[in-house]
């Protein structure tokens, strides 16, 4: 069984940043063989969850367009560890935030994603 384990979530203001980190752990390489695809989702309280960006085996970073500039995905295999830089900061950023694997047909589509850390949150004043 793979287990993702976020951190880095915590409270900053507008403007500010922070770093989000997944450890993959449970099999030799998490999930990170084949086809696989390592994302991160958000989710608003009373709100839907939402993909923010997502990395593929190729090396293909995909980023949802209220981040793109602003969010930063990558990941260290060697330490096997997906990371989500993220920089200027606005309170609509605040959510429970959430890394996710597996072999999903769409990067944006949670249903896809076969395992998924507990979150960490992630909460931006004005």
């Not at 609509?92 to 507990?118: H, I, K, L, N, V």
């Amino acid at each position: 069984q793979v287990q993702l384990v976020e951190s880095g979530g915590g409270s900053v203001q507008a403007g500010g940043s922070l770093r989000l980190s997944c450890a993959v752990s449970g099999n030799s390489s998490g999930s990170m063989y084949g086809n696989y695809v390592m994302g991160w989702f958000r989710q608003a309280l009373g709100k839907e969850r939402e993909a923010v960006a997502a990395t593929k085996s190729n090396g293909a970073k995909l980023y949802a367009d209220s981040v793109k500039g602003r969010f930063t995905i990558s990941q260290d295999n060697a330490k096997k560890t997906l990371y989500l830089q993220m920089n200027s900061l606005k309170p609509e950023d605040t959510a429970m935030y959430y890394c996710a694997t597996g072999y999903p047909r769409y990067w944006d589509f949670s249903q896809g994603y076969s395992y998924w850390g507990q979150g960490t949150q992630v909460t931006v004043s004005s």
